[in-house]
């Protein structure tokens, strides 16, 4: 028979186990996430109007949505009237943000002149954002934007300015900007500008939406929704959606045909720029 002195060594021995087992099941899950949210994808936009004009995100959520995707797209944004990314990482919100939570991707979106006047500014924060995202094992994705209606000679440079520090920071790029002056090109009456000639009407968002969808999910935007909705708040349910706009189907089809050969193309794009940075 054991003796009552190696009973207690063996019930010893066996709290130990059940105590270590405990504490790497705590482990495991304090580093883990939820089923639900491994099964989505998790996006954060930083930007300024041009982002929350006409919800952008939640507007992209709906195209995913209405792709039936796997995958469910999640969004949150910050997002300051006219601010620039140096804006964004001095405030501090952000980068708080960007560490709090999980994302698959950060988008981040220069103030719109920005990059045509202040390029080494815009580089600068675009590097420094660039950095804390890869730290948290996310991916940049730069949101390309368009030129003012009455600029469009300037849609090259905005080109170039995000192409060329994308190609930098081997971060991927949502070709805004060259869908809507192609689209532009392809059909005049598709207004894609608000009244201020600057920030997006629904269908400009649209277009946008459509962008960011072929570039997060990598799948066509043919045959998704065509009909553009916004929201009353930042946390959208059904009921309170606002149906800004439903487009023709010729129209739909074609800006989503355009988009997608454009978003397939952007490899193309890129392959024409160095990725040495513009002091």
């Known amino acids: 028979m054991m003796s009552n002195t ?9 709290l130990m186990m059940i105590a270590l087992f405990q504490m790497l099941k705590r482990h495991i899950q304090a580093n883990s996430f939820p089923v639900a949210e491994q099964q989505a994808i998790r996006v954060l936009f930083i930007g300024n109007s041009y982002t929350y004009f006409n919800d952008l995100p939640w507007l992209t959520q709906q195209l995913a949505a ?4 796997p995958k469910k797209l999640e969004t949150e944004m910050v997002v300051i009237g006219g601010a620039t990314l140096q804006n964004h990482w001095k405030r501090g919100k952000a980068l708080r943000l960007l560490k709090a939570k999980r994302w698959d991707y ?4 220069e103030q719109s002149t920005l990059p045509i006047t202040n390029l080494q500014e815009m580089y600068k924060y675009a590097t420094l954002f660039d950095a804390e995202i890869k730290r948290v094992n996310s991916q940049t994705v730069f949101y390309l934007t368009w030129a003012k209606q009455n600029q469009p000679e300037t849609q090259q440079i905005l080109t170039d300015a995000y192409m060329n520090i994308a190609q930098e920071l081997k971060a991927k790029v949502a070709p805004v900007g060259i869908a809507w002056q ?11 500008y608000s009244s201020d000639k600057s ?3 629904p269908i400009g968002s649209y277009v946008a939406a459509c962008v960011f969808y072929t570039t997060l999910y990598g799948n066509s935007p043919v045959g998704l929704s065509r009909r553009i909705y916004s929201s009353n708040d930042s946390t959208p349910q059904e009921n309170n959606r606002i149906e800004l706009e439903s487009l023709s189907e010729t129209d739909a089809e074609m800006i989503q045909q355009l988009v997608e050969y454009i978003v397939k193309k952007n490899s193309e794009f890129r392959s024409q720029y160095s990725g040495v940075r513009i002091n």
């Open 199 to 201: 920030h997006p009407s």
């Open 106 to 109: 950060v988008v981040l979106q």
């Open 6 to 14: 190696k009973i207690v060594y063996v019930c010893l021995f066996l």
């Open 66 to 69: 209405s792709a039936k995707e």
């Open 182 to 192: 192609k689209i532009q090109e392809a059909n005049l009456k598709l207004n894609l």
